[in-house]
């Protein structure tokens, strides 16, 4: 099992660095954002696998002839108080890091999810208080503001949001175009999509390879967004509404029409670029599978027989 979690290690650290380095300057996903996403959802969550299960795998390693059979005897120990039994100071420190690791991975999802939920909660109380449902504009609500802004709150009891600016701003076929952008936001919960990559960045800010997973994500659910808005309005409005609007921001745990690469969606609105090759989507979608299903199948089956070099103990 120690060649295993060697192996695990070395993916992980791949995976977090130059995986998403290279990923995230790769000209292709803008020609195709939605397998893209998915394979982003891959490399994040198979970089957390490994990482999490290089330090179970190698810790538990004299427990068992099987990570599932070290795991087991690691909880029987640690019920009946002796949790590091049988393991050396150095294999013990690698259960307790992987421990500590998966703690805050998920924890700081969890605090995320929890704080994004509350202020969006707040946020769409204070909206529905200040604001006016506004006829012709199919159940969005408009705040009385000058500056440009359109966004939409997720959940269950989603809103979109316009400022009194755009509304003044933005001629009838860009005001369509923005509002089915957003709807495509809410139909598709890009929220969810883009939560776990920004606590992937809270919980490992130091690594410059999250912060990048997490930049390249939020383009391409504008990007999703916009392919999905310009099959039912004109894309040449939603082009002129998007640099109208230009970098206007929105509240946390909302997604606005505009914000994010900006120049590259005009341009992709203006000029679809070509699309793929046919077998790029489907290669992408089983990359993401197999990224995923390799540590998680390192851990339950380790290597096989032949690849075992070097002795587990």
């Known amino acids: 099992m120690t060649l295993a979690a060697v192996l695990l290690l070395v993916f992980g650290v791949l995976l977090a660095e130059p995986a998403a380095r290279l990923l995230a300057g790769a000209r292709w996903p803008a020609r195709a954002p939605r397998p893209a996403l998915v394979l982003w959802q891959g490399v994040g969550l198979a970089a957390g696998l490994a990482g999490i299960g290089a330090g179970l795998l190698y810790g538990v390693a004299p ?23 049988g393991l050396s100071a150095v294999r013990a420190g690698a259960v307790l890091a992987a421990t500590l690791l998966a703690g805050r991975l998920v924890g700081v999802l969890v605090l995320s999810a929890v704080r994004t939920l509350r202020e969006r909660r707040r946020h769409r109380a204070l909206v529905d208080l200040v604001s006016t449902p506004w006829p012709g504009l ?21 809103r979109v949001v316009l400022s009194a600016g755009v509304v003044e701003m933005l001629d009838a076929d860009e005001l369509a175009a923005v509002l089915a952008h957003e709807r495509a936001h809410l139909a598709e919960r890009h929220d969810l999509v883009v939560l776990p990559f920004v606590a992937w960045v809270a919980a490992l800010p130091f690594l410059p390879g999250v912060r990048r997973a997490q930049a390249a994500v939020v383009g391409l659910v504008e990007m999703v967004a916009d392919d999905r808005a310009r099959a039912v309005a004109d894309p040449a409005a939603l082009a002129a509404a998007i640099a109208r609007i230009g970098y206007a921001g929105a509240p946390r745990g909302a997604l606005a029409a505009a914000g994010s690469a900006v120049l590259t969606r005009v341009h992709r609105l203006l000029e679809p670029p070509a699309p793929v090759a046919r077998w790029l989507p489907p290669a992408a979608y089983l990359g993401a599978l197999l990224l ?16 075992v070099l070097v002795p587990a103990g």
């Open 138 to 158: 199919g159940g969005a609500r408009v705040l009385d503001h000058p500056d440009a802004v359109a966004y939409c709150l997720p959940g269950l009891h989603s």
């Open 63 to 85: 427990l068992g002839d099987s990570t599932p059979a070290g795991l087991w005897a690691l909880a029987v120990h640690t019920a009946h108080g002796r949790p590091f039994d």
């Open 292 to 307: 995923v299903a390799l540590p998680i199948a390192l851990l339950l089956v380790g290597l096989p027989a032949a690849l």
